[in-house]
């Protein structure tokens, strides 16, 4: 009878503690308006927020005739922001009695419309429990993304109570940290000015918020980037790095070439946040530039955002697009002809043109090519009729009856080699996005005796790639099979050029395509090159997908692509997904990829990889390599992050090579070793001294 009684007055002071504000609402304006919605908190029992007493729940009610337009925080009176929830939904509407607590046992991600329950929040609402004075201003924070549905709040209220959740802390980390500050919302659009600090002691290293930033500090600028990505969760950033007099400022960040164009590319649609590096690492590996990318966990506005991948963006320069710089008033002769980048993507008649052909299958079918670089409002009216005209002269010659002679045939417009790297880069990713917009192409000048071909690349966009994904009846499987460059078939939002379908009709590019394939597969493609990689990065990631996904919550949730597979709960498990994704679709594409490949000229002096022999492993000064033949091309020792740490080529006829690492931080390290004719493998060592 006495624990009873206990119990009973125990439930009563608890109830008594718990203190509950309400507010009204009001109109929620679209198209990126940010509206604040407020409640004035007076008389707290306790005036300081933390785990003994402190805000335990947030109610609302909002109509809304698309969910996922809506990005909502807490603000509380000392300015700290706690996201609620943001871009989940999909086109489901409304928040009916739509309550959020950490003790709740469902995140909001895995909720359905119109949400009705207690759900724990995005981000952790306990971060406002930091010991600031809970009585004043609190503000529900309101972002409508897209035009065209506009919503109500209804009400909405807040519970201060005992047992209160404690703030979310990021301290440290193995990869380098990113901090961005700014006083302003971000938006897609304008970009607006902030600061940014990277902190990166370099690999073995760990990196702390409060250490001294060493790779930049200084100003940027920022906006929201990207189509579909930006309306989840994590959002995607394009970022300029700006001089004190908010110039544009060409800096090396994370050992990258220097550049002013950056961007922030997020992974909460990328649970394994390896599909772009993979994708950009393998196009280089290739022979072709590839966007070089940095993992890193970021901070805005002193809140957690999760791991980014930090990446140089497609732009012409000397470092990334290699071609030359087309200046306005480079209007005649040669000086016209290059450089251009243009691309498969969104367009309209100010930012692209309407190609003359459409794809043989599809007749009649509107297929259009953006500008990408000279930017649609600077190039010039001559130079949209060159590059309008070059490409159609292309067509003309790939639609012709003749488009197999390799005079006047597609090979005197195209380059052929390029084209068949960026198919197979798409193909075994089953990338459709690759053949119907984030699709690059460019052109260099015309020297005085030949045309520029236009190259294919770089690759980009692959986070909706390796992956079986809800896409249409034939990319909806999961035994590896179907045609990415097919995408036409599966009526996209923007439709594909489909020059590859013409392409493939030529048996002599077959050919080509299969030698090309069977040669990437004994090197750059081979599954220990591929596994090698891709073990190499998660145990690098290992402890920031912890913070990652604790502060996502979407770890187990099917949410972003619409995924055929169940979704692993552990990052182990996506990681073993993820492989055996890539060798379904490798032994699909090996036996169904056209072409034949028994007249390749394929060299048979490759590297002898079973004999090849590294010791000491681990090692603590020298490491030692024995191979069976001298034909060597190259030796690569790479750390964690994907950096070259030491590029050896010149070995005097030897078949016994030694390589100092006396100097390098202890842990694991991976030897890739070229042959004359590209062919590649990848081997773990460990360095411990």
Partial sequence: MMKKKLLLLLFFYNFCLSQTFNGTGGIITDNQHVIEFSINVNGLSQNTLNSSFGLTQVCLNITHTWNSDLNIWLVSPDGTLSNLFSGIGGDSDNFTNT????????????????????????????????????????KLRILDTYPQDEGTLINWSITFGSNAPTPFVFTSSNLPIVIINTTQQIVDEPSIIGTMKIIDNGVGNMNSVTDVPNNYNGKISIEIRGNYSQILPQKPYKIE??????????????????????????????????????????FSEMGHYGCRTKHCEVVINGVYQGVYLLSETIKRDNDRVDIAKLNPDENTGIDLTGGYIIKNDYWDNNTGWELSHSPIDYPGMQVGLAYSYPKYDVITPQQKVYIANFINDFENALYSQNFTNPDTGYKKYIDVESFIDYFIINELSRNNDGFRKSSYFHKDKDSQTSLAKLKAGPVWDFDWAWKNIN??????????????????????????????????QDVNFQNQLKCRWVELRNSALSIPNLFAYIDNTATYLNAAQN??????GNLGVSTGTPELDNDPATFAGQITKFKNWITTRIN???????????????????????????????????????LLKNNLKSIELIDFTGKIVLNQNSFNNNK???????????????????SETNAITTKKIMVLH
């Fill in 99 to 138: 309550c959020f607590s950490q003790s709740a046992a469902t995140s909001i991600v895995s909720g359905v419309a119109p949400y009705t329950g207690t759900y724990k929040p995005q981000e952790t609402i306990g971060n406002v429990n930091n010991n600031q004075n809970g009585n004043g201003i609190w």
């Fill in 588 to 626: 699909w594409l090996d036996n169904h990829l056209p072409g034949n490949a028994t007249n390749c000229n394929l060299s048979n002096n490759l590297v002898d990889f079973d004999t090849v022999s590294i010791y000491p492993n681990p090692a603590k000064n020298i490491v030692t390599i024995d």
């Fill in 656 to 674: 016994n090579y030694t390589i100092d690492v006396s100097n390098l931080a202890n842990g694991i390290y991976f030897i890739k070793i070229k």
């Fill in 471 to 504: 896409e249409c009846p034939s990319l909806s499987v999961t035994d590896g099979s179907g045609w990415a460059y097919l995408i036409n078939d599966c009526n996209p939002d923007v439709n594909s050029t489909g020059w590859y379908i013409r392409l493939l």
């Fill in 547 to 552: 913070r990652h996904f604790e502060k996502w």
């Fill in 241 to 282: 790095t700006l001089d004190e007099a908010e110039q544009e400022l060409n800096v090396s960040l994370l050992g990258m070439p220097q550049e002013n164009d950056w961007a922030l590319l997020a992974n909460y649609n990328d649970k394994v946040f390896m599909r772009n590096q993979l994708a950009y690492n393998l």
